[in-house]
């Protein structure tokens, strides 16, 4: 069956640091993979999509790639700060469903 | 831009009983999702409506669970005969036409079953 897996242990770093959180996939291609972040007690929000055909995407301090030999997407939040603490959640489309790996929780400290 | 809302926001009730949650899209938005988060784990999709026509249900949805979007509009989600084991946050999320478009999420549900 297919399945996405994110680390399930805690990435602590220091303010100004990169974050790199992992996502990795098995048993499919998907066409599109999005990152969205979710705050305790609140509904996830959409940060970015890649495609297939894209190897890396950026937005402001955020960026993601895609590599579908290795079938993994990297998420990078440089210059880190306190308010980027939360939970970071992947998700690949099949037709239009889009199913999620478990997130990974992200702690800046200043 | 209202953004999807989500009623009510806490729900306490006993084993046994009925529930009933809303949804309400942004209203240009075609597609409708369901999905369940527990404690640590990543939202698990239940169901998914394109207008008003339920296209998907999840195989781990029981009986108990039904949902329905009349007029394409808003949606509910009945849980009958509540358990233990239905304790979580209910997520509502819409999105316009066309697959590997944003989800936008409501605030959820958070339902406590004793």
């Known amino acids: 069956s297919q399945k996405i897996e994110q680390n399930s242990e805690a990435l602590n770093i220091q303010e100004g640091k990169t974050a790199t959180l992992t996502c990795n996939y098995t048993?499919?291609?998907?066409?599109?993979l999005q990152w969205y972040r979710q705050d305790p007690g609140r509904g996830p929000v959409f940060l970015l999509l890649?495609?297939?055909?894209?190897k890396e995407k950026r937005k402001e301090r955020l960026k993601v790639t895609f590599d579908t030999t290795l079938k993994q997407s990297l998420f990078h939040i440089t210059a880190s700060q306190p308010a980027d603490s939360a939970t970071y959640l992947c998700?690949?489309?099949?037709?239009?469903?889009?199913?999620f790996g478990r997130g990974t929780s992200l702690i800046v400290h200043p | 831009d209202t953004g999807v809302s989500q009623d009510p926001r806490h729900k306490i009730t006993k084993r046994g009983q009925n529930v009933t949650f809303r949804c309400d899209p942004i209203?240009?938005?075609?597609?409708l999702y369901w999905y369940r988060q527990t404690l640590g784990q990543g939202p698990e999709f239940l169901t998914y409506?394109?207008?008003?026509?339920?296209?998907?249900k999840s195989r781990l949805l029981s009986d108990r669970f039904s949902a329905e979007r009349p007029k394409g509009s808003f949606s509910t989600l009945e849980i009958q005969r509540t358990e233990q084991g239905d304790s979580a946050m209910y997520l509502c999320?819409?999105?316009?036409?066309?697959?590997?478009?944003?989800?936008?999420f409501g605030s959820g549900t958070q339902l406590s079953v004793l």
């Open positions: 048993n499919y291609s998907p066409a599109y």
């Open positions: 999320a819409s999105s316009p036409e066309g697959s590997g478009e944003k989800l936008f």
């Open positions: 409506f394109q207008n008003e026509a339920q296209l998907e």
């Open positions: 209203s240009e938005h075609n597609r």
């Open positions: 890649i495609r297939e055909n894209e």
């Open positions: 998700a690949f489309w099949r037709s239009y469903i889009p199913t």
